[in-house]
């Protein structure tokens, strides 16, 4: 009787587990992340906004992750890096080149990504701030 339950047990495992790989998609092909921290789910929270369009609602979010204490350097550089993006389009260049300048400060080695060091509109901005961060 014991082996049946568990075989039963083993055999319901697989299922489940099996069944989690369609479960972890999204209907748009995009897998579904599970964050290891609360300041990991702000920072994905804050940059879907960004790509969302609610730079509002993004600033507020990457700000509070920024003055989190619990936030790790990386992500703290990283949500600079989307304030610095939501600076320049808007057209507040000063705004933008403090938060790289920022950015820098906490890691000196940040670099852009091959596209978004050729985006016409902040690329010459992180640009000039790193030469002068050196």
């Not at 998609?25 to 579904?32: E, I, K, Y």
């Not at 050729?118 to 010459?124: A, E, L, N």
Request: some cysteine; hydrophobic content about 35%.
């Amino acid at each position: 009787m014991d082996s049946s339950k568990n075989i039963f047990l083993v055999c319901w495992c697989v299922l489940v587990l099996g069944g989690c790989s369609t479960v972890l998609s999204c209907d748009d092909g995009r897998d579904v992340r599970w964050f290891s921290s609360p300041t990991e789910h702000m920072l994905n929270n804050g940059i879907k906004s960004y790509e969302d369009g609610n730079y509002a609602v993004s600033m507020t979010t990457l700000q509070e992750l920024i003055d989190n204490k619990e936030a790790a350097n990386s992500q703290r550089v990283e949500a600079y890096k989307y304030m610095a993006f939501m600076h320049c389009l808007s057209a507040r260049e000063k705004m933008c080149r403090d938060s790289f300048k920022k950015a820098l400060e906490i890691d000196v080695g940040f670099n852009l990504s091959p596209a978004e060091a050729g985006h016409p509109v902040w690329g010459p901005v992180f640009n000039s701030v790193k030469k002068t961060a050196k």
